[in-house]
């Protein structure tokens, strides 16, 4: 299953008086290299984002700040994860469609990306998701 592959990955943390440090590399820490970081920032109450899958996107999802649901589904399962650490992040692979609701106020939802933008990469209709996700992992 897809879905098992999607785990919190724990940060490397330097912890100091002065504040905090985590960093992250490429291979490293998370399984892809990093190809583009985006983020999502001033999300109205109640917003919900995602609502997609990729086909062969890998990313890494962290709350920078605030906290936020994420409801993950591999065209068997689901399960969602409550991100609110900046020293972790949740891996996604893909084929995976996601979910992302519950923002805190002030949440800021940092993604690292294995690629850059690719809008062919996306399924963006839920029904052609499953019937794809289930034909590949029958
Ligand atoms: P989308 O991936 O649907 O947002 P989210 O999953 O975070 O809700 O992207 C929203 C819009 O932003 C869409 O028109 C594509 C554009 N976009 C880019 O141009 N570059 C990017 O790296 C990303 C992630 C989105």
Redesign the pocket.
Known sequence: MNLNKCNVIDLPRINDPRGNLTFVEGSQHIPFDIH?V?Y?YDVPGGAE????AHKDLHQLIIAMSGSFDIHLDDGHTKKTVHLNRSYQGLYVCPMIWRDIDNFSSGAVCMVLASER?DELDYYRDYEQFIIDAQRNTK
Do not use: E, I, P, T
């Open positions: 583009r985006y999502l984002r995602g609502g997609h933008y």
